[in-house]
Each structure stands twice: as C-alpha cells, then as structure tokens.
C-alpha cells in the first residue's frame, strides 16, 4: 500500500512539474502590426514614392489600391495644377477625357489628419462623399480643407516619402485652359507606372 501511495505521489509531481515546464517554455503572444503600404509612381517627369495610411484612413486606402491593382491609373495625367495650392490627377487621359470609375466612397477626413504640405487627399465634388478615383497632392499646408466644425474636410490618406521635387517641378509648369477646364499643365504629364515598394 505504501508503494503504491509513494508511486502516485512521484507520478503526480512528475505531471506537475512538466505541465509547469510546458508553461514557462510557450513563447509570449507578440502584437503583430503590418507597415502602411508604400508605392512608387513613375511619371513622365519623374519617380516619387508615397505611403498609405492604412489604418487611419482605410476606406480610401482600400479604393486608392484598387484602382493601383486595376491599372486605372496607368496613362492618367495631372490635369490640375495650381502653384502654391495642389496638383491634382487620377481621372483624366491625356487627351482629357474622364475616365469611367467604381462608386464614390465614404468621405474619411478627419481631424487628426491634417493637409500638410505633400500629403495626398481625395478629391471630390462639393458633397462629401462623392470621391472616386482623383486625388490631390498639396504644395502648402491647406488648412481650410481640413475637417472642421464648419465642413467636412478633404480625406488625407498618404504623403510623399520621396521625389517630393519631382512634385515642385510639376507645379512650376505653365498651363492653360482645354475645353472647359482650367490650370491644364501645357506639357502632359502621364503616369506611366505605379510599383508597390513593401
């Protein structure tokens, strides 16, 4: 009997003793954050790169890439250039005809996401959510298109990392006027390829 007892005892601090090894061996849960998209767009002035506030903008975020994966993008121009304001695209070819585009999205501007200068935004008609494919690179810090308690704002959803020279140069370009649409850089300048670089 007292073999027995003495057995049990040894078996039963044996598990324990494994059960506490196996606890103290499992690794520690560890948060994994995947990094904001970053893109490179070349154009025919030049290459620059951007990166995309996934989490804080991702409606946009997720329409933006879309129509990156879908190539709409590809033979699009900047049709709109105001110095010391925005350059605009992504909703003209260069003969400046509008391209056909999905639905508009949900208009994601925010408070804490300022217009600064080479961040990029969504443009769109005066309601808020009607943006679809164009956006706005801004020149100068904008802070009569961010969100206030008077308007709605303008959704920024990345900013430039790199090339913002090439983006300079761009707005220093004359332009004029075709058909009805006014600050048409004279010279196109035509994405011609948009990589992603992470």
Do not use: W
């Not at 196996?22 to 070349?42: L, W």
């Not at 951007?50 to 997720?62: G, M, N, Q, R």
């Not at 994966?69 to 304001?85: A, L, Q």
């Amino acid at each position: 009997m007292r073999h027995t007892i003495l057995f049990f005892l040894t078996l039963l601090a044996s598990c324990c003793f494994s059960m506490q090894s196996t606890a103290q061996s499992a690794p520690s849960e560890k948060k994994i954050t995947e990094p904001n998209p970053e893109y490179q767009i070349d154009t025919t002035l030049g290459s620059f790169s951007i990166e995309l506030f996934a989490d804080a903008a991702p409606i946009t975020v997720k329409n933006f890439i879309h129509y990156i994966d879908s190539g709409f993008y590809v033979g699009t121009i900047f049709h709109r250039v105001i110095p010391g304001f925005v350059v605009q695209g992504g909703g003209f070819d260069d003969k400046m005809y509008q391209k056909k585009t999905e639905s508009p999205i949900k208009n994601e501007s925010s408070k804490t996401l300022k217009n600064f200068k080479g961040t990029l935004s969504m443009a769109r008609l005066s309601a808020p959510n009607t943006a679809t494919s164009q956006f706005f690179i801004n020149l100068k810090d904008n802070k009569n298109l961010d969100k206030s308690a008077t308007q709605k704002g303008y959704a920024v959803f990345g900013k430039i990392t790199k090339g913002m020279y090439v983006i300079e140069q761009l707005a220093n370009m004359p332009t004029g006027k075709v058909g009805m649409y006014q600050d048409v850089p004279k010279t196109p300048v035509k994405i011609t390829k948009i990589t992603r670089i992470n």
